[in-house]
């Protein structure tokens, strides 16, 4: 693994329930996920149209509901 996705890999920190969605390519190609598990091998999102996978976290932006923005 080089240095980048090392970085890439240390940076994105996702927790157990968090939402996410599937950015590629600057497109949202899977939303509403769920994290199951964030490890070395990757994050595992269980989605709701797809099934359970093991996502790069570099590919996912976690969602932020409306009451977490107000407290931001």
Do not use: K
């Not at 994105?12 to 969605?21: A, L």
């Not at 989605?47 to 932006?61: A, C, F, H, N």
């Amino acid at each position: 693994m080089g240095l980048l996705a090392r970085l890439l890999h240390s940076v994105y920190r996702f927790q157990q329930g968090d939402m996410v969605n599937l950015v590629r390519n600057g497109h949202v190609v899977l939303f509403d996920g769920v994290v199951v598990a964030h490890t070395r091998q990757g994050v595992l999102v269980d989605w709701p149209t797809s099934g359970t996978g093991w996502i790069d976290p570099g590919e996912l932006v976690r969602v932020v509901s409306d009451t977490g923005l107000a407290r931001a």
